[in-house]
Each structure stands twice: as structure tokens, then as C-alpha cells.
């Protein structure tokens, strides 16, 4: 049996999706209030920094993946305009479901599917943009995602990772009070779920830091690589240029 990481606990790497997809089948329902309280609202500033990084154009065509309730695809379909096309993936249902429904209620309609982002049902050199934010944690290969992420990509087109990080030095004590005694208490209280928040502050633990993901994306075949950590790194965001 090989193992990987589900927080702390080693699970059958097998078994991994599914453990990650009952956090999600929970949480779903209360998932945007939730980011709403746990980031005191960062999370809006964190990913309209990501749109602003994306300089999408009319008419490009992008992946979000593990897109969950839809706020970037619904912020790339603004941008891309009726001549392009934003299509939204989760791995998860649940998740899925609720962000096509809060986008048909924003009057958007969207390409909306389930797949799994190490085995995307794209063709080569597709996209002009791939997204994934807060989604490449979960993944059990990361580095088969990566690379399926480049494969999608136009030459020249651009990856955004945007995930949880490590945070600097000086915030690491209040941060990890905040994540392993307040969020789980948060979660309990507003989703009636802690064991999913407890899992959420052990996976940003167990998640590579912003150098590792760094040389992750080059070895996964993007030539250019930076990233930019936002709110002293408990965020960065990851760009990956496809040569």
C-alpha cells in the first residue's frame, strides 16, 4: 500500500480523494461564509489580486480548476467577455453544484464539469489561462496536476496558483494558535463541522512552501516561475509561464 498525507494522518493514497471529498460534501453548504470569517474578508482582496494578475483579454479561454463556488470564474467571465470562454471544474459535486447555482443566479452560464485535475479532459495547447486557488493542497499528485496544468496551456499562456503558504517568521505563533484553537471552534459553531477546519490548518501544514512550489511548477515544465505572498504569506500567489 502507498501512503499519503490527509492532514497529519497517512491514508492509502488510494483513499486520499475520497477523504478530501467528504471535507468538501460538508462544508460546501456554509463554504463561502466560512472564508468570509475565517479570512476576516481577505479572501476577496487575495483573489481579485489574482484577476488582476491574470490580465485577461477578450476573447481568452481559461480553466478554473477546483473553481468550488464559482467567485473566479464568475470574476474571469467578466473579463474574457461573450467571445471568450471560462470553464469551471471541481473534482468535488457538492462544491460544483452550489457554485453553478450561485452563477445562474448572477445570470452567468458556464461550462461547468467534473473532473480530476490530474487527468484533465482537455486538449493540448487549449488555454490562455489556468487557475487553481486553494485546491492544489488537496491534490494527491501534485506534480502530475502541474503537469497536466502545463499540457492544457498555450505556449505563453499563464498558471495561477493561488494557496496558503508559509507564513513569516514573526506570525507564526499567532497563526498557529489561530488555525489549530480558533478555526476549528469557528467551523463547529457556524458549519457544525471542526474535524473539516481541524483538516483544513493541518493541509496548509503538510503543503509545500512558496521555494518548493516554485521548483514543483519547473519541473513541471514551466519556464518562467514567480510568486508574490500576500498578508505576510499566509497566501502566495504562483505564476507559471509556459515556454
Same mark, same amino acid.
Given at each position: 500500500?502507498?501512503?499519503?498525507?490527509?492532514?497529519?494522518?497517512?491514508?492509502?493514497?488510494?483513499?486520499?480523494?475520497?477523504?478530501?471529498?467528504?471535507?468538501?460534501?460538508?462544508?460546501?453548504?456554509?463554504?463561502?461564509?466560512?472564508?468570509?470569517?475565517?479570512?476576516?474578508?481577505?479572501h476577496?482582496?487575495?483573489?481579485?489580486?489574482?484577476?488582476?494578475?491574470?490580465?485577461?483579454?477578450?476573447?481568452?479561454?481559461?480553466?478554473?480548476?477546483?473553481?468550488?463556488?464559482?467567485?473566479l470564474a464568475?470574476?474571469?467571465?467578466?473579463?474574457?467577455?461573450?467571445?471568450?470562454?471560462?470553464v469551471h471544474?471541481?473534482?468535488?459535486?457538492?462544491?460544483?453544484?452550489?457554485?453553478?447555482?450561485?452563477?445562474?443566479?448572477?445570470?452567468?452560464?458556464?461550462?461547468?464539469?467534473?473532473?480530476?485535475?490530474?487527468?484533465?479532459?482537455?486538449?493540448?495547447?487549449?488555454?490562455?489561462?489556468?487557475?487553481?486557488?486553494?485546491?492544489?493542497?488537496?491534490?494527491?499528485?501534485?506534480?502530475?496536476?502541474?503537469?497536466?496544468?502545463?499540457? %492544457? $496551456?498555450?505556449?505563453? &499562456? #499563464? /498558471?495561477?496558483?493561488?494557496?496558503? *503558504?508559509?507564513?513569516?517568521?514573526?506570525? =507564526?505563533? @499567532?497563526?498557529?494558535?489561530?488555525?489549530?484553537? %480558533? $478555526?476549528?471552534?469557528? &467551523? #463547529? /459553531?457556524?458549519?457544525?463541522?471542526? *474535524?473539516?477546519?481541524?483538516?483544513?490548518a =493541518?493541509? @496548509?501544514?503538510?503543503?509545500?512552501?512558496?521555494?518548493? $512550489?516554485?521548483?514543483?511548477?519547473?519541473?513541471?515544465?514551466?519556464?518562467?516561475?514567480?510568486?508574490?505572498?500576500?498578508?505576510?504569506?499566509?497566501?502566495?500567489?504562483?505564476?507559471?509561464?509556459?515556454?
Amino acid at each position: 500500500m502507498t501512503t499519503t498525507h490527509f492532514g497529519f494522518k497517512s491514508v492509502d493514497e488510494a483513499e486520499k480523494a475520497r477523504h478530501v471529498r467528504g471535507v468538501f460534501d460538508s462544508v460546501a453548504p456554509k463554504y463561502d461564509v466560512m472564508n468570509d470569517l475565517m479570512s476576516m474578508g481577505l479572501h476577496r482582496a487575495w483573489k481579485a489580486y489574482t484577476v488582476m494578475v491574470a490580465n485577461l483579454q477578450e476573447g481568452d479561454k481559461v480553466l478554473d480548476i477546483a473553481g468550488g463556488t464559482g467567485d473566479l470564474a464568475l470574476a474571469f467571465s467578466k473579463k474574457v467577455g461573450n467571445s471568450g470562454q471560462v470553464v469551471h471544474t471541481d473534482i468535488n459535486e457538492a462544491m460544483l453544484s452550489t457554485g453553478r447555482n450561485r452563477l445562474i443566479d448572477e445570470g452567468v452560464a458556464l461550462p461547468t464539469l467534473v473532473c480530476d485535475a490530474e487527468k484533465l479532459p482537455f486538449a493540448d495547447n487549449y488555454f490562455n489561462l489556468v487557475s487553481v486557488a486553494f485546491g492544489l493542497r488537496n491534490m494527491t499528485h501534485k506534480g502530475v496536476a502541474l503537469a497536466e496544468m502545463q499540457r %492544457v $496551456l498555450k505556449p505563453g &499562456g #499563464k /498558471l495561477l496558483v493561488l494557496e496558503f *503558504s508559509k507564513v513569516a517568521a514573526p506570525l =507564526e505563533k @499567532i497563526y498557529d494558535w489561530y488555525s489549530f484553537k %480558533v $478555526l476549528p471552534k469557528l &467551523g #463547529k /459553531l457556524v458549519a457544525g463541522d471542526d *474535524s473539516s477546519y481541524q483538516y483544513l490548518a =493541518e493541509s @496548509i501544514r503538510m503543503h509545500p512552501g512558496q521555494a518548493e $512550489l516554485k521548483t514543483m511548477m519547473h519541473k513541471g515544465g514551466f519556464g518562467h516561475v514567480d510568486y508574490h505572498n500576500l498578508t505576510g504569506g499566509v497566501v502566495a500567489l504562483h505564476v507559471g509561464i509556459k515556454c
